[in-house]
């Protein structure tokens, strides 16, 4: 069951991977755009979504825990087959997109609060009513 956690953080990673070489190809950028985070953001909804319908075993997350241990050093890894210069120099659309995205993540914290603490106060109202 472990290897489920790991077979699909490989199918986010190549996933994510292919969104960043669109993005950058997209905004004429010849390098991944964003490749690393995109796997993640799918890590995080594709999981979160096959727990809640009870398809994603405790075991299965063991394997995605086992990589998360390794997160840093494989984010570094990534980075550093990227051409920084080369997306820097390549235009101002480098630069802009990435304040997009980031000025993007930062408006949609709110929502995100929002979305969690709704869960919460479900999760405490249905205790309530149990115990």
Partial sequence: MIIYGVA?????????LLIGDLLGTAIGVKANVGGVGFAMLLLL???ERLKRAGRFAELSSQGISFWTALYIPIVIAMAAQQNVLGAVSGGPMAILAGIAATVLCFALIPLVDRIGSRERTALASAQDKLG
């Fill in 8 to 16: 699909l953080l490989s199918l986010c990673t190549l996933l994510g």
């Fill in 45 to 47: 909804l594709v999981s």
